[in-house]
């Protein structure tokens, strides 16, 4: 037998290529392409008045200006809303080119067409905009007043309301014995890709087709977007990702003003036109995410078990919403994590405010929700004087309750039912791993040596592999390849290992032998995209499911060829052979060429195809119910999402004088069902902790009052170094499979950093002794934090 | 995020590069552009021409004798930072330059640069006022020393004129009977600091302090030095001194609020730091006269 690959730590094929700089990102591509740069907005809010781009024309080098006048049709209508919900009352979108209202610093005015990007940014600095400045709304307190309006016609800021309830949790508080309020603050991050959005066009008149290649999440929805806006037939336009330098949410979004304008501008001027977004304009164009201010009301009883939770928060959205509810919906179901109070009840307000638009970035509302949950159980375990440990196990979801149906709809619009899990296990991992229950003593020993240390723990739910489909493609050719397509983004994943992997042990063919291609309209026009952490499951079942079609293919020819049956054949190593009977064999490629009934030799392996060698004359060369070909096609989709879990431990040491907080241990216990590629589970993990730790200590978008964004670059906008996440993750996994695919798949992608605000907020306390309510935090807030207690306890109970 | 248009020279000699700054009021010289480049990228600067200086020959020296530590115009971070003679002869130059970025850049960004470019958050300059270093300033004119105290006259400005190169630096020697010590606190390793201290401690042949001097960065609209001898009139270092040290200091300093750090906290941490590397200088300072008896 070959040995399997699934469940293997085998070293990812991309790397080789992407570590030597071999990777050809859409800026390596056609480097004689036109470039477009983009006039934005230095103000927040305002009205335009008039547009001066006579200025533009005499720079040498320019090829075209467009603002809004010059955009036709569909072009000049707002862009979709793409995922409508109907608590969505005041939806909004921008426009391609803003008409006459900006609503954000870097809003799209204006964008020009020159030979290089350095003219067509000479041009930018060239157009005259006058602008009619209006008072911008900031922050959500302000959004949430509702003095000031982002939209005229959007009372109250107010975007949706939304509320969802099981049982009665307002009585349920009522009578519980005892209850606890918290406020809590999480502010803005964004995604922060290495690469930027980068999209190319190029129109090519003979053929009347339009080919883009996008850094894009989306493949599939960037060629729908394309074709609609420019009045295109979908059959017209070929949409190609090329390696992609990091999406982490904000490349699904789509299409972005660039990506069709793009198109448009290579379609007049009949020659390639790229885009290339810099640093800058990525912190104000493309999406942020997280800024949410929240209250949670919670009743329990003397074990901390929860009676009633129920939870308001304001979500802010930013100037528009093309996402929809997606991100507040994930943070009011997923913040139920692995517990289940009897009475819950949430509502929300997504609120508009005048800075750059909030969509899912990596965890998608889940890291605001876990907080709420997490920072309640801490309370509760300080109020009772308990173990936070105990707290959370006497919530749990029991292994045996699955599958367990919180009687809420999740984010796709279906029940929110639990498939799988075991945490009171989970949880014994990880005091296991992180020796919790001897902290006591090292948190002893260090107040002793006059230090602080603290341990924080957190724990998530996460829905993983949403619908509502992917697809696979398998094709063995004739030399015994495999060449397998899926439609889905790969933006470093690592899917072209992980996906070969499953190919090579359902097809029983070396791992070597089999190429992947993902986002390509060409080969898979069918197909949603990358996000929610949905890739293993949804494309790797799918793949699996052609694999498995394939083999079936595989195996009725040869037996055909072998004179016996399917049952007793199996194919190892790219060879099928007669079980117990290896002499009796034939080769996949041979296979192949069976398949195909040929009318041309072209070579000695297709001779053995052509008309006068094979098939039966009195029967057609290709069967009534069969194709010619090697090939397998499968789709997969799910009757719902599968709920991967996790949870983490980390230590801090913040000190004393200078209240610097330094990461000791980073512990993280994660179930994401059967892993496919323990390494590439692995570095998911590392790389969501690092960004986690990022969004729990160093980032934030500080706007000011004016909605300037006053650390738009990253001498400002403080991602961690290699220096500042931890040097070690200790990882443990469970593997509790999922009933609802295939291969027993959930996801992993987002998994490192949803309790990270949480899980750290969870140890500065402990370490501090008083409740952090605002995440992220930074040593100057932290000194702050003390000396405002340090006050308040020499003031005494009475002040 | 590209530069606006400028011309570009690269000369071959110092005269050659002095006479195109003279001829263009508007020209900036680039060395090792790790300051100067992202600045022309944002826009934040539009020179009319750049005068790369690095086909300049002889400018690329470390030079150390017992008078001090002379560093050329092209010598980079790193190699100043690796050169043993120099930490030798003035440790508190390796000792911040540690603290300068990043390897990478440190590979590029020239120390003469760090210090013309006058940047109240940069380590070397205030590094070179608490030494009373000097830089040699050249121009089609001839050449003129500028002191350290001299050199630094508002953020990102100082009093080297337009069409002048800089071309070395000299700190002085560590003399016998001093200790020093550097330290900062930045968000990130290798950030710019949201304070640093270092310090100069002096004592006579029988320990009992005679001088006291800190520098600080990030806490002031200059490179501010500050003279604490005061707080150790009694000769001796403690608690009780380097407190009444540290309300010296903060006395004059104005530190200000970013999106880093209040005020509030900058001013605990200028404290923090003082005592912290008063104390280490002045152990420094113990350990080498120690370790010369
Ligand atoms: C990510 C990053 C982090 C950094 N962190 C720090 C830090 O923590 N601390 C720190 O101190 N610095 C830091 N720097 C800046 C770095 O130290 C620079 O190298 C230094 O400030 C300038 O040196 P340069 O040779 O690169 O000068 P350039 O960038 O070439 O020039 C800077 C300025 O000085 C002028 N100039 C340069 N040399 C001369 C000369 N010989 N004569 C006359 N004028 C001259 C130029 O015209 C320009 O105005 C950082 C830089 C980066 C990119």
Not at chain 1, 461 to 480: A, K, L, R
Request: proline fraction near 6%; charge should be negative; charged fraction near 25%.
């Amino acid at each position: 037998m070959t040995t399997k690959l699934f469940g293997q730590a085998v070293q990812r094929v991309e790397d080789d290529r992407l570590l030597r700089g071999q990777g050809q990102y859409t800026d390596d591509l056609m480097p004689g392409a036109l470039h477009a740069a983009v006039l934005r907005s230095p103000h927040a809010h305002a009205r335009i008045l008039a547009i001066d781009v006579d200025a533009v024309l005499d720079v040498e080098g320019v090829v075209a200006v467009y603002t809004h006048e010059d955009l036709v049709g569909a072009m000049a209508e707002p862009l979709p809303l793409l995922i409508p919900h109907p608590t969505l009352t005041h939806g909004r979108t921008q426009y391609a080119l803003a008409r006459d209202e900006i609503n954000y610093v870097g809003e799209a005015i204006a964008m020009v067409v020159a030979v290089d990007r350095y003219v067509a940014e000479d041009a930018v600095d060239r157009i005259r905009v006058d602008y009619d400045v209006l008072p911008p709304v900031v922050g959500i307190e302000n959004a949430r007043d509702g003095d000031l309006l982002v939209h005229d016609d959007v009372p109250g800021n107010r975007a949706a309301r939304m509320e969802q309830q099981v049982g009665d949790a307002e009585a349920a508080i009522a009578a519980a014995p005892h209850r606890l309020s918290l406020d809590l603050q999480v502010e803005r991050s964004a995604c922060m890709p290495m690469e930027g959005r980068a999209t190319l066009a190029r129109w090519d008149t003979d053929s009347r087709r339009m080919q883009v290649w996008t850094s894009t999440q989306t493949s599939t929805g960037v060629r729908a977007a394309v074709a609609s806006k420019l009045g295109l037939d979908l059959g017209q336009v070929d949409v190609i990702t090329p390696d992609v330098g990091g999406g982490f949410g904000v490349k699904i979004v789509h299409p972005w003003p660039e990506e069709l304008l793009v198109p448009m501008a290579a379609r007049a001027l009949g020659r390639p036109v790229k885009f290339i977004e810099d640093r800058r304009e990525h912190f104000i164009s493309s999406a942020h995410e997280r800024g949410q201010l929240q209250h949670v009301d919670v009743g329990f009883d003397d074990d901390g078990r929860l009676l009633g939770l129920s939870v308001q928060f304001w979500h802010d959205n930013g100037a528009y919403t093309p996402y929809g509810l997606i991100v507040p919906i994930i943070t009011s179901t997923q913040l139920l994590g692995p517990y289940k109070p009897d009475n819950y009840k949430v509502v929300f307000d997504s609120l508009y405010t005048n800075t750059v638009i909030v969509t899912p970035y990596r965890g998608a509302g889940r890291p605001q929700g876990v907080y709420a949950m997490e920072r309640t159980m801490d309370a509760i375990a300080a109020y009772l004087g308990k173990d936070r440990t105990e707290v959370r196990a006497a919530n749990f979801i029991q292994p045996d309750e699955f599958p367990y149906d919180h009687g809420l709809l999740f984010q796709d619009g279906r029940p929110l039912i639990y498939d799988s899990g075991d945490y009171p296990a989970s949880l014994e991992k990880l005091k296991a791993l992180v020796d919790w229950d001897d902290f006591e003593r090292i948190r002893d020993e260090a107040r002793a040596e006059g230090r602080k240390v603290g341990i924080g723990i957190a724990c998530y739910v996460e829905g993983t592999g949403v619908g509502p489909y992917e697809g696979g493609h398998v094709h063995v050719e004739t030399s015994g390849k495999v060449k397998v397509s899926t439609g889905l983004t790969s933006q470093g994943q690592g899917h072209q290992t992980a996906f070969a992997q499953i190919v090579a042990d359902e097809l029983g063919v070396p791992f070597e032998d089999v190429e992947v291609v993902t986002g390509d309209t060409r080969r898979s026009p069918y197909s949603v995209g990358t996000f929610a952490s949905r890739a293993a499951v949804m494309s790797g079942s799918a793949i699996a499911l052609a694999a498995r079609k394939t083999r079936e293919k595989v195996l009725r020819i040869a037996a055909d060829a072998l004179e016996t049956t399917p049952e007793d054949l199996e194919i190892v190593n790219g060879v099928v052979q007669v079980k117990g009977a290896p002499g009796s064999r034939i080769e996949l490629g041979t296979i192949a060429v069976l398949s195909n009934p040929l009318r041309y030799a072209f070579d000695e392996a297709s001779k053995a195809a052509t008309q006068f060698v094979v098939g039966d004359p009195s029967k057609p060369p290709v069967a009534e119910d069969d194709e010619p070909g090697l090939e397998g096609k499968d789709f997969y989709s799910p009757p719902r999402s599968t709920f991967a879990n996790g949870m983490h431990a980390v230590v801090v040491e913040t000190d004393p004088e200078t209240a610097e907080i330094t990461i000791l241990r980073y512990a993280v216990v994660h179930d994401c069902g059967n892993l496919i590629n323990p390494l590439i589970v692995e570095g998911q993990v590392h790389g969501g902790v690092a960004q986690g730790v990022g969004g729990a200590l160093y980032e934030r978008m500080a706007y000011n009052e004016h909605g300037q964004l006053e650390n738009a670059s990253f001498m400002d906008f403080l991602m961690p170094y290699v220096s500042e996440v931890p040097k070690r993750i200790e990882i443990d996994h469970l593997e509790t499979p999922s009933p609802l695919n295939p291969l027993g798949l959930k996801g992993a992608g987002e998994a490192g950093v949803i309790p990270s605000a949480a899980v750290f907020a969870s140890a500065i306390e402990d370490a501090e002794g008083f409740p952090i309510t605002s995440m992220p935090i930074s040593p100057s807030e932290l000194f702050a934090l003390r000396l405002h207690h340090e006050q308040k306890l020499q003031e005494g109970p009475h002040a | 995020m590209k530069p606006a248009p400028f011309s570009y020279s690269r000369p071959t000699t110092l005269d050659e590069a002095l006479a195109s700054l003279a001829a263009d009021p508007d020209a900036k010289v680039l060395a090792g552009g790790q300051s100067l480049v992202p600045l022309l990228s944002m826009r934040l600067a539009a020179p009319s021409a750049l005068v790369d200086i690095n086909a300049v020959p002889d400018l690329d020296h470390v030079r150390t004798d017992e008078k001090g530590v002379r560093v050329g115009a092209l010598a980079r971070h790193a190699a100043v930072l690796a050169d043993p003679e120099a930490r030798r002869v003035q440790p508190l130059v390796s000792l911040a330059l540690q603290r300068v970025a990043h390897p990478t850049i440190r590979n590029r960004g020239t120390t003469v640069g760090s210090l013309v470019h006058a940047d109240a958050s940069a380590e070397m300059p205030v590094v070179l006022v608490l030494l009373g270093g000097s830089i040699t300033a050249a121009s089609v004119a001839g050449t003129r020393t500028i002191e350290a105290a001299d050199l630094y006259v508002g953020p990102l400005e100082s009093t080297l004129r337009h069409d002048e190169i800089a071309t070395e630096a000299f700190f002085p020697a560590l003399p016998g009977d001093a200790g020093v010590a550097f330290d900062e606190i930045a968000r990130r390793h290798g950030d710019y600091a949201l304070c640093g201290v270092a310090a100069v401690v002096r004592a006579d042949e029988a320990g009992s302090i005679t001088s006291v001097r800190a520098g600080y960065l990030s806490v002031s609209d200059l490179p501010t030095v500050v003279d604490l001898s005061e707080a150790f009139a009694a000769g001796t270092l403690d608690d009780a001194s380097l407190d009444a040290a540290a309300d010296l200091a903060l006395a004059s300093l104005d530190p200000a609020a970013d999106i880093h750090a209040t005020a509030d906290y900058r001013a605990h941490l200028a404290r923090v730091l003082t005592k912290r590397v008063v104390r280490q200088a002045h152990d420094d300072c113990t350990a080498r006269r120690e370790g010369d008896a």
